[in-house]
């Protein structure tokens, strides 16, 4: 789901693509979804995650939804059911970047 180790840039926003449009809602991959958002939590920038529409989806995107407001986070979040609208809405300035 996730490198293990990844290096984050502290004086610029992340961007993270999340597609689990056909990922599992598993507590496997619950836990690891956890372990992301702990260790990105001293960061800020923009999380797209893509899921297939369905019903489950609705499921999923309460628990990242609700997972990401529990962590304090510092993200900006937006779900999206097509990968090509989610990085083009990456993509986009975010609002601490400078001019």
């Given at each position: 789901m996730i490198a293990a180790e990844t290096t984050y840039f502290t004086d610029?926003?992340?961007?993270?693509?999340?597609?689990?449009?056909?990922?599992?809602?598993t507590p496997y991959n619950r836990k690891r979804s956890e372990e992301v958002v702990q260790r990105t939590s001293h960061l800020y920038g923009k999380t797209a995650v893509v899921l297939r529409p369905s019903v489950i989806s609705h499921t999923i995107r309460f628990f990242v939804e609700n997972l990401l407001?529990?962590?304090?986070?510092?993200?900006?979040?937006?779900?999206?059911?097509?990968?090509?609208?989610?990085?083009?809405?990456l993509l986009e300035k975010h609002p601490r970047e400078g001019a």
């Open positions: 610029r926003p992340v961007r993270l693509l999340i597609d689990i449009g056909t990922l599992p809602l407001k529990r962590s304090g986070s510092t993200f900006e979040r937006r779900i999206f059911f097509a990968r090509n609208v989610a990085i083009e809405w």
